[in-house]
């Protein structure tokens, strides 16, 4: 037997200023191609490890022409889409693939493309309209009829904070095997619904998500051989965002519909809960001050999720820091501000050495009107760091990130942590690496929204969310939407 396998991911925030050239999918250089990408999956807690680790359990032959991975940010350059794209399609076209087997998000768009996944699919199918295809996607995925029409399987993660990718890799890549030696035959239904549910409020260890993924879970025991409910990825201005369902069986088309019906419905009767609601940023960080103070052990985690780099967000938004440092918090670490020039001036510097910086507040958001100036602090540079860290788990364990060169700089009241590549902190390592230990702090500022708790939610004495400035708004009314269909909710329903 021969497998094809490729990663090619990113989750496209069309509002996000920040470039997504092809150097951002390979860390600065060209994406993994060859056996360098199956080195660097091969193990790893992600669909394309699990990809891996069937292919060699079934004695398969291997060819793995590309492992591209970016943090989101704004639309995919037209010329890296069509490096990556190349990459796979010449691979299709030599031929001799008994199945393919694709890693992808399911919400890029491209410069050109609103449904850069379903473009790949359709030329992957003119090229080879035969060889079955599975594919896996984030739970954000915003689905288009080309991704499930183009593909003989489609399985999504079931768990946000995503600790899942691996058993959704294992899961798509099985039924696929099966249907290549004939033991089933997928059937595929999908469908979505009017309804952009908020990021905050779609963690699957809380309802209603949590209800969801495990009636999917359930639809096993009734024939379904795959059931996944996509909450979708609403920071994406395109007609297809929101929330979609995929139901796969054996070759039971009527029961795949019927399923599908059943959760999209169950979806929309819940559609209030999906909504979040904002607190005015003063008051939440009076709220985790007091917090703080009180009795009790471990950190108050404040998440300053208006710019969370995974979500598309430039990471270097200083108003959440600037009202902690205000409020007078101390014994505050924040991770982090993505400041390449900042790192620069503090290596420069020296371990040891104060300096006064001015950090963050350097990248334009045309898609957000309110200001976000930089923030002037004086402290001393703690550590200096290459960035490196492999994460320890659960989600995405084994994957090494690439921080850029990382300070961190101590003004007395906080740590704050400087980076010059965007990684979200979901992996105690990204503490660790620095010579921080999260657990020991009174307050932890993070940029995140939920995947932190995969890394150290269990260590939150108190959780406390700071609506700050950025791209990942919980406010949609600052986003101008116009190109995803009408009405949605909420923003058009928003009193149903
Ligand atoms: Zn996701």
Not at 46 to 62: M, R
Not at 426 to 437: K, M, P, Q, V
Request: hydrophobic residues 45%; aromatic residues 6%.
């Amino acid at each position: 037997m021969r497998l094809l396998i490729a990663m090619m991911e990113h989750e496209t925030n069309t509002f996000s200023p920040v470039p997504t050239p092809l150097a951002r999918f390979g860390k600065g250089g060209e994406p993994l191609r060859g056996k360098a990408a199956l080195d660097a999956c091969r193990g790893t807690g992600t669909a394309t490890g699990a990809y891996i680790d069937l292919a060699e359990e079934a004695g398969a032959e291997i060819v793995l022409p590309l492992a591209a991975h970016a943090s989101p940010s704004g639309p995919v350059e037209d010329a890296a889409y069509a490096f990556m794209t190349d990459a796979i399609c010449a691979e299709v076209a030599r031929g001799g693939f008994d199945g393919i087997l694709l890693d992808l998000h399911g919400a890029m768009v491209t410069q050109s493309l609103e449904d850069g996944e379903g473009a790949l699919l359709q030329r992957i199918r003119s090229i080879d309209a035969k060889t079955p295809i599975a594919v896996s996607l984030d739970m954000h995925a915003n689905l288009y009829p080309a991704i499930v029409e183009n593909a003989t399987v489609v399985v999504g993660y079931h768990t946000y904070p995503h600790v899942d990718m691996y058993d959704t890799g294992r899961l798509a890549g099985s039924i696929l095997l099966r249907a290549i030696s004939g033991e089933v035959r997928p059937a595929m239904a999908w469908g979505n619904a009017p309804m952009l549910p908020h990021v905050m409020k779609q963690g699957s260890f809380e309802n209603p998500n949590q209800a969801l993924q495990r009636r999917c879970a359930a639809m096993a025991e009734e024939g379904a051989l795959a059931a996944s409910l996509f909450t979708g990825f609403p920071h994406a201005d395109v007609s297809q965002a929101g929330l979609s369902a995929v139901v796969v069986t054996d070759g039971d088309a009527a029961l795949a519909r019927r399923l599908r019906d059943e959760l999209l419905a169950e979806a929309w009767q819940k559609r209030q809960d999906f909504v979040f609601k904002v607190e005015p940023l003063a008051e939440s960080v009076a709220r985790a001050r007091t917090l703080g103070e009180a009795a009790g052990s471990g950190p108050v985690v404040l998440l300053d999720h208006y710019d969370n780099c995974a979500s598309g967000g430039t990471m270097d938004t200083t108003v959440v820091l600037a009202e902690i440092l205000r409020q007078g918090l101390s014994d505050v670490v924040a991770f982090a501000i993505y400041d390449p020039a900042a790192v620069r001036q503090a290596i420069a510097a020296g371990v040891g050495n104060s300096i006064a910086l001015s950090i963050g507040g350097k990248m334009a958001m045309p898609a957000i009107q309110r200001p976000s100036p930089p923030l002037e602090v004086t402290g001393r540079v703690k550590a200096i760091t290459d960035g490196t860290f492999r994460n320890r788990g659960p989600m995405g364990r084994g994957v090494v990130q690439f921080m850029g060169p990382s300070v961190v700089l101590d003004t007395g009241a906080a740590e704050i942590v400087l980076i010059s590549n965007h990684v979200e902190p979901y992996d105690l390592n990204c503490f660790l690496s620095l010579g921080i230990d999260p657990l020991a702090k009174r307050y932890v500022m993070l940029k995140s929204r939920i995947h932190w708790r995969a890394g150290f939610g269990e260590i939150a004495r108190g959780i406390v969310e700071c609506a700050g400035v950025g791209v990942c708004t919980s406010d949609y009314g600052e986003l101008t939407f116009r190109n995803v269909r009408r009405p949605i909710y909420p923003l058009d329903l928003p009193n149903e």
